[in-house]
């Protein structure tokens, strides 16, 4: 190959869920979609558990997430990882952010910034405060950061003005999501995230620390939400059920038609690891219904 081109990366993609609560539905899909993403293209696909939060860990759940994952049929590439073993690596980030000055401490309370409806503005941002009892928050620029999604389209956000600076290590010593993840998918070298339309919203203050830190920036796509007939997603906060290893067939086509994937009626009867082989050839991530929700009552 001559030295002018560049060879592109091998797709690496993962599942990361979190464990505050056993998979459903909705992490079904979300699993579903990664996974065939990266095995349609010959790609690796991992798992990382997302376990910084051990106050809200449900006791159990990382090996309940893990059998269920393959009960249905799901085989991941390497060891899982867990955050809580890179604590260490994500402190020395923030020590050296703070070195730069990139970030400071806050001490606003939860009360004090209620009525700013998660747009933080900026109390500490010049107050100087010392980073012991405090969170540490990122500076952001008065910029607009924004990328294509392959399924949602264009989306973009001027920091400053729809986000403010934002928490990453919280008060209690806890790191928090936006700086993990993207430390973690490059330090795994994720070539593409496959991830829940929640988190689209996530990703300019990611894109942001990407540039900050000096870390490739991966291809998104963020899959609907299966909405409740009550109005919520399906979640472990509104006690969404979790997966069951005897219904692995059926939610595994039900989730393909979420997903806008052909379900013909031989894989009824088929094995999960059937089902899933069937499918990776055929995957197409353009099938994605491009909206941000699905109602439940569409997928039966």
Not at 14 to 39: M, N, Q, V
Not at 114 to 122: D, K, N, R, V
Not at 278 to 295: F, G, K, M, V
């Amino acid at each position: 190959m001559p030295p002018s081109v560049t060879k592109p990366a091998a797709y690496v993609g993962r599942f990361a869920p979190t464990p505050s609560g056993y998979l459903h539905f909705g992490s079904l899909i979300a699993a579903l979609a990664s996974f065939l993403d990266a095995r349609a293209v010959g790609g690796r696909w991992l798992l990382r558990m997302e376990d910084l939060d051990p106050p809200r860990e449900m006791p159990g759940a990382k090996d309940a997430i893990v059998q269920a994952l393959e009960a249905y049929g799901f085989e991941w590439d390497g060891p899982m990882e867990r955050q809580s073993d890179r604590l260490d690596v994500y402190n020395a980030v923030i020590e050296q952010l703070w070195q730069d000055g990139h970030v400071y401490a806050c001490t606003c309370s939860r009360k004090q910034l209620q009525p700013f409806a998660g747009l933080y503005p900026g109390f500490c941002r010049d107050a100087r405060h010392e980073p012991m009892d405090a969170a540490i928050r990122l500076r952001v620029p008065d910029e607009e950061y924004g990328f294509v999604d392959r399924v949602q389209g264009a989306f973009s956000q001027r920091l400053r003005r729809d986000v403010g600076d934002f928490v990453i290590r919280r008060r209690d010593g806890l790191i928090a999501y936006q700086l993990a993840v993207v430390l973690d998918d490059a330090w795994q070298g994720v070539t593409d995230i496959v991830r829940g339309a929640d988190l689209l919203d996530s990703t300019p203050r990611q894109l942001y620390l990407q540039d900050l830190l000096g870390l490739p920036r991966p291809r998104y796509l963020h899959v609907p939400l299966i909405i409740q007939p009550d109005g919520h997603k399906l979640g472990k906060r509104y006690r969404s059920p979790p997966l069951r290893p005897a219904e692995a067939t059926p939610l595994l086509l039900r989730a393909l038609r979420a997903l806008g994937q052909p379900t013909p009626d031989e894989l009824n009867d088929a094995l999960p690891k059937e089902v899933l082989a069937w499918s990776i050839p055929l995957w197409d991530a353009e099938r994605i219904p491009r909206c941000p929700t699905l109602a439940e009552a569409q997928l039966r």
